[in-house]
């Protein structure tokens, strides 16, 4: 996948811990670092983009998506021909479909995760919330304060009082993505997700680094995300192996320090397990995985 992956890539120089008025903290080269372990890269996608390439490749490889089909319950049970434990997976609508092994990647909110424990387990809440927007960098290379952020691309973290804001350059330098970290104020049985409003986004960030306040300045419009996170579970697997979780479900990772690479990694070390399962059909090679979780 890496020529694909890497058209949609924009390549970061470096990283830096700033504090909220703008001075460096400390600083990493990206090149010197992957330098150090041959065959690495530092790269950022905007996910949507991510997304479809994973599953272009996943279709190519024979891989048949279906939509509006959500999953109420999983059924181990000793179907398989080869004499191993599969599983039946029950949809919404009643259809009940039979498989070798069950992936529940289904999220902060997974439904399977409360199958495999047997109890209604919802996410956590962590007491922040996350603001997060995508700017044009068209408006910001009109300004010179703001125009290296996007010709020389970085990934810069302001550090301050009760806050802190993540920024990097997404679509080959066309957007510029902000991730900023409060305290949460939304209703505590409420959504999730909800509209922001803009001047209240602002407000919380007078007085930091000039650049932050030209950056929200350019923002029309946000959503602000409820932050959760997920308890430990003994093991993400069921004892047969014919069930396992993945991604948020069972590990949630937060969005301090722009950490959904943890997840990626992960997945893509669990894939190539999936891969040689798929070849062969043992599915002992998938307890390496197994026992991480």
């Given at each position: 996948m890496l020529d694909s992956l890497s058209r949609y890539a924009t390549r970061p120089k470096c990283v830096n811990m700033l504090s909220w008025k703008g001075s460096i903290i400390s600083s990493l080269d990206f090149a010197s670092s992957a330098a150090q372990y041959p065959g690495t890269f530092y790269w950022d996608f905007h996910r949507a983009d991510l997304h479809s390439c994973l599953l272009r490749r996943a279709v190519e490889l024979g891989a048949v998506v279906r939509c509006k089909a959500r999953v109420v319950d999983v059924k181990i049970d000793s179907e398989s021909t080869k004499g191993e434990d599969g599983a039946t997976v029950v949809l919404d609508g009643g259809e009940q479909i039979w498989c070798d092994l069950v992936v529940g990647a289904d999220g902060i909110n997974s439904r399977l995760r409360e199958l495999l424990l047997k109890k209604p387990d919802p996410p956590i809440p962590t007491g922040d919330l996350a603001y997060r927007l995508l700017l044009s960098t068209s408006d910001m290379l009109e300004d010179p304060?703001?125009?290296?952020?996007?010709?020389?691309?970085?990934?810069?973290?302001?550090?301050?009082?009760?806050?802190?804001?993540?920024?990097?350059?997404?679509?080959?330098?066309?957007?510029?993505?902000?991730?900023?970290?409060?305290?949460?104020?939304?209703?505590?049985?409420?959504?999730?997700?909800?509209?922001?409003?803009?001047?209240?986004?602002?407000?919380?960030?007078?007085?930091?680094?000039?650049?932050?306040?030209?950056?929200?300045?350019?923002?029309?419009?946000?959503?602000?995300?409820?932050?959760?996170?997920?308890?430990?579970?003994?093991?993400?697997?069921?004892?047969?192996?014919?069930?396992?979780?993945?991604?948020?479900?069972?590990?949630?990772?937060?969005?301090?320090?722009?950490?959904?690479?943890v997840l990626f990694t992960l997945w893509f070390s669990f894939r190539r397990s999936l891969f040689v399962y798929f070849r062969t059909g043992t599915r002992h090679i998938l307890l390496p995985y197994l026992k991480i979780s």
């Open positions: 304060s703001l125009a290296e952020l996007v010709t020389n691309p970085q990934v810069n973290y302001w550090l301050g009082p009760d806050a802190h804001a993540v920024n990097y350059v997404l679509k080959g330098g066309k957007l510029f993505n902000m991730v900023l970290l409060v305290p949460d104020d939304m209703p505590a049985d409420g959504a999730s997700t909800l509209e922001g409003n803009v001047v209240e986004m602002r407000k919380l960030y007078e007085g930091w680094d000039p650049r932050i306040e030209k950056l929200l300045g350019l923002c029309e419009s946000v959503y602000k995300w409820r932050l959760c996170i997920r308890g430990p579970m003994e093991s993400w697997s069921h004892e047969s192996g014919a069930w396992t979780m993945l991604g948020d479900a069972v590990h949630a990772t937060l969005p301090y320090l722009a950490s959904g690479w």
